[in-house]
Antibody
C-alpha cells in the first residue's frame, strides 16, 4: 500500500518561499513512468494542478502556466521524496496543498494528507 | 485549458436514493475522465477512472458512464457514508489536468 506523508510549514509570509515535502512509502519516486504531482485546493480556485515530476530514463518536469516561473518540483531519490517550492507567494496562494500519485488515465490513486498553507504577515 | 462543469452544484437526497451527477467537458475528452469523493478535512479519494472503471476497493453501488463531452456518476443506493463532495477530472490533457467545481451531496 502506497502512503504519501507531507510535511512543511503552515504559515508563510508574503514574498517568501513556500516549501513542502512529500515522503513516499510503498513506491519509488524514480518508478518508471509514474507521475508525482502537487495539487492545491482553495475556495476561490477549487482543485488546481500545479506540477508534475516523471522519470522515464531521465526526469521530466511540467508546470501549470498559472505558477510557471516561480514553482519547482524536486524529486530526491536518496530520500524517496518529492518537494514543492513556490516562490514570491501572495495571499492568493493560500490553499490546502496535496501531493498525488498518478492523475493520468488511471486517476490520482494515492494522495497525501494535505497541508493547509496560509500566506500572511 | 479544458474546462469542466458539474451539475447540480449541490443536491439533497435520502439514504437509499439513486443519485446521478453530471460532468461536462468544454471539448471532447474521449473516456479520459476520473471521479473522486472528498469528505471534509480529507484528501479526494479516487472512485472511477477511464469514465467507467471502478477503482479497487470502491463499492459497486458507484458507477460511471459517458464519453466525449458528457459523463455521469451514479450512486445506485445512497448510503450514510456517501454524503460528501464529488469531483470529476479530465486527464486527456495530462499533465495539465483540470477538475470540475464539485457537487455536494447532502442529507435530506
Amino acid at each position: 500500500q502506497v502512503q504519501l506523508q507531507q510535511s512543511g510549514p503552515g504559515l508563510v509570509k508574503p514574498s517568501q518561499t513556500l516549501s513542502l515535502t512529500c515522503a513516499i512509502f510503498g513506491d519509488s519516486v524514480s518508478s518508471h513512468n509514474v507521475a508525482w504531482n502537487w495539487v492545491r485546493q482553495s475556495p476561490s480556485r477549487g482543485l488546481e494542478w500545479l506540477a508534475r515530476a516523471n522519470y522515464r530514463s531521465k526526469w521530466f518536469f511540467d508546470y501549470a502556466v498559472s505558477v510557471k516561473g516561480r514553482i519547482s518540483i524536486i524529486p530526491d531519490p536518496s530520500k524517496n521524496q518529492v518537494s514543492l517550492q513556490l516562490n514570491s507567494v501572495t495571499p492568493d496562494d493560500t490553499a490546502v496543498y496535496y501531493c498525488v500519485r498518478g492523475l493520468g488515465s488511471s486517476g490520482g490513486d494515492f494522495w497525501g494528507q494535505g497541508t493547509l498553507v496560509t500566506v500572511s504577515s | 485549458d479544458i474546462q469542466m462543469t458539474q451539475s447540480p452544484s449541490s443536491l439533497s437526497a435520502s439514504v437509499g436514493d439513486r443519485v446521478t451527477i453530471t460532468c461536462r467537458a468544454s471539448q471532447t475528452i474521449s473516456n479520459f475522465l476520473n471521479w473522486y469523493q472528498q469528505k471534509p478535512g480529507k484528501a479526494p479519494n479516487l472512485l472511477i477512472y477511464g469514465a467507467s472503471s471502478l477503482q479497487s476497493g470502491v463499492p459497486s453501488r458507484f458507477s460511471g458512464s459517458g464519453s466525449g463531452t458528457d459523463f455521469t456518476l451514479t450512486i445506485s443506493s445512497l448510503q450514510p457514508e456517501d454524503f460528501a463532495t464529488y469531483y470529476c477530472q479530465q486527464s486527456v490533457d495530462s499533465p495539465r489536468v483540470t477538475f470540475g467545481p464539485g457537487t455536494k451531496v447532502e442529507i435530506k
